[in-house]
């Protein structure tokens, strides 16, 4: 039986996009995550069935108030519906009846520890302008952003419960249950990058634009940076419920309190030069030389880099291929520098891939910007997970990228010398205490 939206649905929906998003940073995810228990993961699945709506909702809300036709193009309009059918999944997902006992034991705060101030502190991203990622729009200049103080601070994601005492089983099969519902939701919005994309495509071919215009890249900007919120608040509680049962000491979740910079750029450098072999038929693609101190480690979710650093390689052996010609024997290597600060893990990436002009850095940043002849079609199957990636072709590597690295408090950056090559600076948080820029 197909899923079908209902006007109450909608209206339901409405309110909840009324309500603002709870930002959570890398350290709170961790501080609360170290040893799930069934009461501890029983709070994250309260918050999350109160969070996750709400951030649907947002989206739901802004993608049918899209100008100019673009909410009506077929593949915005099932994106919409399978937000909407996540967000009915989770509103009507029965909870389990308590008793007073329990309910208090969850309230209850777990003792303080000398570096939980420290822990739960957040800072602000100084690369992000305060509202450019706000998940309601319209809401920009609210304060903080948090509505009620009193209220919010029961919803705070990171405050575990655990009395060392044992729970009843229901909250073990609503655990249960809850990450099942995760999972479906997870797996529906897999494809939504590529779908929208084609969504972007059909409006550009029906009002025959070449380019996007601002009020669209700042919709798609914080449409990607909300899923990113989305998929990683997921997959760290999906994580946490399988890691009661199986776990690793370097790992909380999805993230790596330990994530070895040089492993992950080895592997990121490996994968690049065998899709550029792949794609230009070549024997051997242009070196990649690493710089980077092996015992660089800290606390990252090892998928957000792997991705950046892969996306952004890619780019340079493309630009490096294409501006001395397939045939030529001797490539000049590009080197992958990894400094480390006091605040920031910066990692730089220098090619002689003939640079970019000047007019065209700001068309780099924009979604469905192509240097490639022509844009492949985008197959709503295809998604970023998979290893046999396209070289180039949807103009969404770097502007995506940003959006991962802004995410945890970083950035990506580039300078170009037209006629010799282009540096990226990717920044990484080391301190992980920026929050999800969100407000």
């Not at 450019?132 to 729009?137: D, E, G, K, L």
Request: proline share 6%; glycine share 6%.
């Amino acid at each position: 039986m197909s899923w079908r939206r209902t006007g109450q649905l909608m209206d339901t929906i409405g309110h909840y996009s009324n309500f603002p998003a709870t930002g959570v940073s890398l350290r709170q995810m961790v501080q609360f995550g170290e040893k799930p228990s069934t009461g501890t993961l029983f709070r994250a699945s309260q918050f999350l069935s109160e969070e996750l709506p709400i951030r649907l909702a947002h989206r739901v809300q802004e993608l049918e108030d899209l100008p100019d036709g673009l909410n009506e193009m077929p593949s915005i309009e099932r994106v919409r519906d399978w937000y909407a059918q996540s967000f009915e999944e989770l509103t009507t997902l029965p909870r389990p009846s308590l008793s007073q006992e329990i309910k208090e034991r969850l309230l209850k705060p777990a003792k303080r520890t000398s570096d939980s101030k420290i822990l739960s502190q957040t800072t602000q991203n100084p690369s992000v302008k305060k509202g450019q990622y706000s998940s309601r729009p319209e809401h920009n200049g609210n304060g903080n952003g948090n509505g009620n103080e009193k209220k919010n601070s029961l919803r705070r994601y990171y405050v575990p419960a655990d009395d060392g005492e044992d729970w009843p089983p229901e909250l073990n099969a609503y655990n249960k249950k809850f990450a099942e519902t995760l999972e479906k939701i997870k797996r529906r919005h897999d494809s939504v990058v590529t779908t929208v994309a084609q969504g972007i495509l059909e409006w550009k071919r029906k009002r025959q634009r070449m380019q996007i215009d601002n009020n669209i890249q700042a919709f798609l900007d914080r449409f990607y940076m909300s899923r990113i919120g989305i998929r990683m608040l997921i997959g760290q509680h999906i994580a946490l419920t399988d890691q009661k049962t199986h776990s690793d000491p370097n790992y909380v979740g999805i993230i790596c309190t330990k994530t070895n910079v040089r492993e992950l750029a080895q592997e990121a450098i490996e994968n690049a030069r065998f899709v550029c072999e792949d794609h230009y038929g070549l024997f051997d693609a242009p070196k990649i030389q690493l710089v980077c101190n092996p015992d660089i480690n800290f606390m990252y979710v090892p998928g957000h880099l792997s991705h950046m650093l892969f996306e952004t390689l890619k780019n340079s052996l493309r630009a490096v291929v294409e501006a001395h010609g397939q045939d030529k024997d001797d490539f000049p290597v590009t080197k992958v520098i990894v400094a480390e600060g006091k605040e920031d893990i910066t990692i730089k990436i220098s090619d002689e891939g003939g640079g970019i002009p000047r007019s065209a850095i700001p068309l780099v940043w924009t979604y469905m910007y192509t240097t490639v002849d022509q844009t492949p079609n985008l197959d709503p199957d295809f998604n970023q997970s998979d290893f046999k990636a396209p070289m180039a072709g949807f103009g969404y590597g770097l502007p995506i990228s940003r959006l991962y690295a802004r995410y945890f408090g970083g950035d990506l950056k580039l300078i170009s010398m037209e006629g010799y090559g282009t540096d990226v600076y990717l920044h990484l948080n080391r301190l992980s205490s920026s929050s999800e820029p969100l407000q």
